[in-house]
Structure formats: C-alpha cells, structure tokens
C-alpha cells in the first residue's frame, strides 16, 4: 500500500539527505513537515542511546525496537498518517528501508523483513547514492560522537545491501506504485535541491 503525501530520502551515513530535507521543508514550513527514524519519541531516544553506543542490545533486539518505533512513527498519536490526514505532507529521513539495509547485516535478512512487512510504502523515495570513503570523510569532518554505524567496512557492506533492496523495490514499482528517484550524493547541494523540487510542482 502507497501511503500518498509521504516522503522518504534514504542513504548511507554522511549521504546529505538531512540537509536536503531542511531545505525542501523550507519551501513550505505549513504544509511541509520533516520526520526522522529513529524518532524523538521514547523508544527513538532509546535507540539513539544504542546508536551512540552508550550501551549494547542483541541484534534481533534492535531489530524488534527499530519497527516498535516505526509503528509509533507511521501511527502514533500525532505519527504520519495523523499528519497526512490534516493535510500535511510529511517528509522522512529514513524508514524501513535503512532496517532492510543496516539490520540485515547484524541479524540477516529475514527478521528485518518480517517486522517491516506491515508498513505502507512512500509514494517517492529519494536514494542518495555515494561512495562510502566520501560519505564516511563527511561524518568524520563533524567532529562529533561516532555512531556505531559509522565505520567504513561497515558503511560498504551496508551501501552493497542497500543496493540489493533498492533493485528490488524498482523492479517492483509498477506494482506497488512507489517512485524510486536516485540521487547523486556528491553533486552540489544546489543540484540536488534543484532535482528534487522537481517533484513538487
């Protein structure tokens, strides 16, 4: 199912899809509204702390909280589809794909695709493509707090398995109805904000 009015912009760590949504969302504060994944929400900030690495779960663990706070996202009070009915248009840095992409490589595929198998599609999804040597010298150029994510043998892997799911949902997309637009992560800014407000005339 098309959960229409949602947008998702997907991409390894250091791809610059937050910087585009700021600048999308900016067009139209009113009707535009940015989300993320993991959410601010309790769970969310639960997982940060994970992500962080301040502490350790299982795998299969994180699997099982990533899609709890999903569910929150897409239906919880005040979630996407509560924003999308008031009229909104809610735009995502990150859904089920990055769980499809990053837990597949801790806890195999198949428990990451059962647990998101419930969730809506995007209507469009916004891939940012890009080497992981120049994502990964992006992170680094923040000097902040790594996340555990962010190293680079890790980053290959999971770019190599968010390759494999992206295909998979193009070849799809005649049947399930999701735009797939793929974006390339190291052209400017400037471009990419260009190609992507395309798709909101």
């Known amino acids: 199912m098309i959960l229409k ?3 998702v912009f997907e991409g390894i760590d250091g791809a610059g899809t937050s910087t585009q949504i700021k600048k999308l969302t900016a067009i139209d504060p009113i009707n535009f509204v940015a989300t993320s994944e993991p959410t601010a929400g309790a769970t969310g900030k639960f997982l940060r702390q994970m992500l962080s690495g301040d502490f350790k779960v299982d795998e299969k663990t994180s699997a099982y909280l990533f899609a709890a706070d999903r569910c929150e996202h897409i239906f919880g009070r005040g979630g996407v589809k509560e924003l999308i ?4 248009i809610v735009i995502s840095d990150r859904y089920f794909f990055s769980s499809l992409a990053y837990q597949s490589i801790s806890c195999g595929e198949e428990l990451p695709r059962l647990l998101n198998s419930p969730f809506p ?3 469009i999804l916004f891939y940012f493509e890009i080497d992981p040597e120049i994502s990964l010298a992006r992170v680094n150029a923040r000097n902040e707090k ?3 994510y962010e190293k680079l043998e890790l980053q290959k892997k999971i770019a190599a398995q968010y390759e494999i799911v992206i295909k998979e949902y193009e070849k799809k997309s005649q049947e399930t109805g999701i735009k797939i637009v793929r974006i390339d992560a190291t052209d400017s800014i400037e471009n990419i904000s260009n190609t992507i407000k395309k798709y909101f005339r």
Do not use: A, M, T
């Open 85 to 88: 009915d008031s009229g909104k």
């Open 121 to 123: 599609l995007p209507e």
């Open 146 to 148: 790594k996340e555990i």
């Open 5 to 7: 009015n949602f947008i």
